[in-house]
């Protein structure tokens, strides 16, 4: 165990000066979510919400400590078949680090350098449970061992491991955190532009300020964050590119963030939501949003749109942790308001939604269209790249679907009879909702009365004033989208394009 915790904290050091992402345990964590099959990570979505990230590290580091328990046993007989053991598990975070898919060769030295310190650690260590050699009485050549290992030695050699490991990994988080601080203060000293396309106020009427309704625009500590990252990328915005090329890019652009700021900076409120989103289920926000039109850029580029010609039908955004997000031509540039955001509720983004640049496009699940910590736009086809999603089975394209959700009254909530308001929120971004209505127990449905609408890219709220009768009962809901389309009662989970079916709450009334 000491010697996995020396791997550890040098392994942090050496990481602070490589990258903090080529850390053992984020590596093989990275590994470990590229080659996870759809239906486990939507099991872990499901059940840990934002928490997986931190479940699948904990699980790695239990993992670790059992595997340094069984190598701690087999070094007290075998010296050196432990420390080889050792050697080998670094190996395999070596591995794991430089086959991410933004991996260099570099990437290996924290888990090369973290294996080869322990494997040294353990080799001492055990060498200290052998029994002590005993001065010989006068008279005899050879000394004496008896059954005993030498205590005090094993003691002093394991406080020192382990106090040199945690300065070790003290100094990794001091490091990390002074290379690190050059993006925090252009975060920090960032002041958003005024745009000259400013949002329209939210309308009265567009919030119902019901108890137990999500608010209109939800604040970014609430907004949810679902991503590969086990390391949040914090990018310094003086240093920030993108790089605009590919298939039918007459013109290569290569933007720093000063070049965005100098163009025009519209502001949108639009509704963002995950494919894994189960019927019901809280991984859905909206926000308003700043930035530029992507689709300024991509023409400036010289990229035409299918419809016009172009030979690209996807857009294939990276982002600087290697993850790729492909999203269709035609739809950014049909005239909706696809943007590079800049800002998130008034303020620069937080770095856990993609400071300082990601995309948003409004009417898109975000597997293909959100691209946080964006540095790269490279135009292609469908038919020759498949993104880091669609390799594990989602669909290549994926409009979000109409979806309404009951906010209030919770499941298994116990109100009282009488006058109850049944409340939630509708969402078909790009279509706008036009009708929400629930039934009560498989009976007529009933229409409720919806918030005024802001725009069609962001959801609405609605209300139905319940006469509630004492008893169980079941509630359910249901949207029709802009173009008069309701939403289907089937269930269908999330894979491979979005969740289908009616939300339903239980509840007892008094």
């Known amino acids: 165990m000491i010697a996995g915790f020396c791997a550890l904290a040098v392994a942090e050091l050496a990481s602070a000066v490589v990258r903090p992402e080529a850390g053992p345990v984020a590596a093989v964590g990275g590994a470990v979510i590229d080659r996870t099959p759809?239906?486990?990570?939507?099991?872990?979505?499901r059940h840990f919400g934002t928490a997986d990230k931190l479940v699948l590290q904990l699980g790695i580091l239990a993992l670790l400590a059992v595997f340094a328990v069984a190598v701690g046993i087999l070094a007290s007989r075998h010296r050196r078949l432990g420390s080889a053991a050792v050697l080998v598990f670094g190996v395999v975070g070596a591995v794991a680090a430089v086959g991410r898919p933004e991996g260099s060769p570099a990437d290996a030295l924290p888990s090369v350098l973290g294996a080869v310190v322990a494997a040294g650690v353990l080799f001492l260590l055990a060498g200290r449970l052998g029994p002590v050699l005993r001065p010989s009485?006068?008279?005899?050549?050879?000394?004496?061992?008896?059954?005993?290992?030498?205590?005090?030695?094993?003691?002093?050699?394991?406080?020192?491991?382990?106090?040199?490991?945690?300065g070790a990994g003290f100094l990794g988080r001091r490091l990390t955190s002074s290379v690190q601080a050059g993006a925090a203060a252009s975060r920090r000293d960032l002041v958003l532009p005024v745009p000259e396309s400013p949002a329209p106020a939210v309308p009265p009427g567009a919030d119902l300020r019901i108890r137990g309704l999500s608010s209109f625009i939800t604040p970014n500590k609430s907004f949810y964050r679902v991503d590969t990252a086990l390391v949040v990328p914090r990018v310094d915005a003086d240093s920030w590119r993108l790089r605009i090329h590919g298939r039918g890019v007459a013109r290569p652009l290569t933007v720093s963030f000063q070049d965005l700021l100098g163009r025009e900076i519209i502001e949108r409120d639009i509704t963002l939501a995950c494919v894994s989103n189960e019927v019901g289920g809280p991984y859905v926000g909206n926000a308003r949003w700043i930035g530029v039109r992507l689709a300024d850029l991509l023409r400036e580029a010289g990229v035409k749109p299918p419809s016009r010609g172009g030979p690209a039908d996807q857009i294939v955004a990276r982002s600087v942790d290697g993850m790729t997000i492909g999203t269709p031509v035609e739809t950014v540039m049909d005239g909706r308001d696809a943007i590079l955001a800049l800002g998130m509720n008034g303020e620069p983004l937080p770095f856990a939604h993609g400071f300082p640049v990601r995309m948003v496009v409004p009417g898109l699940y975000g597997y293909v269209s959100a691209c946080k910590w964006i540095k790269d736009i490279?135009?292609?086809?469908?038919?020759?790249?498949?993104?880091?999603?669609?390799?594990?089975?989602?669909?290549?394209?994926?409009?979000?679907?109409?979806?309404?959700?009951?906010?209030?009254?919770?499941?298994?909530?116990?109100?009282?009879?009488?006058?109850?308001?049944?409340?939630?929120?509708a969402w078909a971004q790009h279509r706008g909702i036009s009708r929400v209505e629930v039934r009560v127990d498989g009976g007529a449905w009933h229409p409720a009365r919806l918030a005024t609408q802001d725009n069609r890219d962001t959801w609405r709220q609605w209300v139905w004033e319940w006469p509630a009768t004492s008893g169980p009962h079941t509630l359910e809901v249901r949207a029709t989208d802009g173009t008069g389309a309701t939403q289907t009662g089937e269930r269908v989970g999330t894979v491979p394009n979005g969740a289908t079916g009616w939300h339903s709450v239980v509840v007892d009334v008094s």
């Open 137 to 166: 009485p006068p008279g005899v050549r050879d000394g004496q061992r008896d059954g005993a290992f030498d205590r005090r030695g094993f003691v002093v050699a394991a406080t020192a491991a382990a106090a040199a490991s945690a």
């Open 38 to 45: 759809p239906a486990v990570k939507d099991f872990a979505v």
């Open 378 to 425: 490279e135009l292609t086809t469908f038919a020759s790249y498949d993104a880091y999603w669609v390799e594990r089975s989602w669909s290549r394209q994926a409009p979000v679907k109409t979806e309404s959700r009951i906010d209030t009254p919770r499941p298994f909530a116990s109100p009282k009879s009488g006058i109850v308001p049944v409340a939630g929120v």
